[in-house]
């Protein structure tokens, strides 16, 4: 389901007619029905890129909540495992760098970006008591920067907008001086975290001795070993904005120019993905590295400009 707020159709246009796959344009945040039975809800939507949840406040904060709702009582009803697509946006503007899943976060809840923090950060929580209360089997991945084709050339992210730029020979907007640092994710490494943690199996010693509440429960295991607490995915190869647009220029061998733009409000000045829990609990490890993953998506982009 997707009602294409920030998506396209182009994008799975390769899927429609394969037996596995159906599709319905239905906003998430409406009471939600499906036939049949149901083995897992992944629950992704939402705008998720700055400029994308800065032009779309109100609809960020329905998705995260009345959408994440309505997902969790679709699982609850039929009896699935439910995954929710959280991100690293709920650290905020850390002050802990890298960043790992028992950090609480540094989020102005009023400031412009708060509307996409606090949404997901409602989003984990009405999660969570999904779990703790229903016994809900539940997933929550905490997913940072990630980049690949298919991203919309004009979607503003950092990525996509050095590729166009560079491709266009137009120069490449650096917001603040570019000191600011992510860790960028290529996209299959992202896919490939997400279903291992689906398909990961409930460690039942945890869930059994968990009471409804979740405050008096007997965890003996710390909560870093428990697959319902969340887990980040990402690329811990930590870079400056202007590394990245000088990566971007020699990759694609363009000669545009550099030139600063005013940095956002509150826009965090560091990222970077603590992912040792998800290597320990899945084994999983991005392989892609972010020259050979750029390539990919400058071939992408040169083909849709
Ligand atoms: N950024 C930039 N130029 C752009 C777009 C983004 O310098 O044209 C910066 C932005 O200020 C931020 C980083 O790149 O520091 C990543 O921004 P993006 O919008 O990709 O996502 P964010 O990590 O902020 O969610």
Redesign the pocket.
């Known amino acids: 389901m997707d009602n294409f707020i920030t998506g396209r159709p182009e994008n799975i246009a390769h899927l429609m007619g394969h037996e596995g796959f159906s599709f319905i344009k239905y906003n998430v945040c409406d009471y939600l029905h499906v036939d049949g039975p149901l083995d897992a809800v992944m629950h992704f939507a939402s705008p998720a890129?700055?400029?994308d949840y800065l032009e779309l406040p109100i609809a960020t904060l329905k998705v995260g909540a009345l959408g994440t709702h309505k997902a969790l009582g679709l699982a609850k009803a039929k009896g699935a495992r439910f995954l929710l697509a959280s991100t690293s946006?709920v650290y905020g503007d850390p002050l802990v760098n890298p960043q790992p899943e028992s950090y609480w976060g540094n989020v102005n809840p009023i400031s412009p970006r708060g509307v996409y923090d606090e949404a997901k950060r409602f989003a984990e929580a009405i999660t969570m008591a999904y779990h703790r209360y229903h016994g809900l089997d539940t997933r929550i991945t905490r997913i940072f920067?990630t980049y690949g084709p298919r991203m919309r050339p004009n979607d503003?992210?950092?990525?996509s907008?050095?590729i166009v730029q560079a491709l266009q020979g137009k120069p490449l907007?650096?917001?603040?001086d570019?000191s600011?640092t992510?860790s960028f994710c290529y996209v299959d490494d992202l896919v490939r975290g997400i279903v291992e943690l689906l398909l990961a199996e409930s460690d039942k010693s945890v869930t059994e001795r968990t009471d409804r509440t979740g405050f008096l429960s007997q965890r003996t295991e710390s909560s870093a070993e428990s697959m319902h607490d969340p887990v980040n995915i990402g690329n811990s190869r930590e870079l400056t904005?202007m590394e990245i647009a000088r990566l971007v220029l020699k990759l694609t061998g363009s000669s545009s120019s550099i030139q600063h733009?005013p940095?956002?409000v509150d826009?965090?000045k560091v990222?970077r993905p603590d992912i040792r829990k998800a290597e320990a609990l899945l084994g999983w490890t991005p392989k892609v590295g972010l020259e050979d993953g750029l390539k990919k998506t400058i071939e992408y982009f040169r083909k849709v400009l």
Do not use: A, I
């Not at 503003?156 to 990525?159: K, L, P, Y």
């Not at 907007?173 to 603040?176: I, K, N, R």
């Open positions: 890129s700055p400029q946006e920067n503003g992210r950092v990525v907008n050095f907007t650096v917001f603040g570019g600011q992510r904005v733009q940095l956002p826009d965090p990222r």
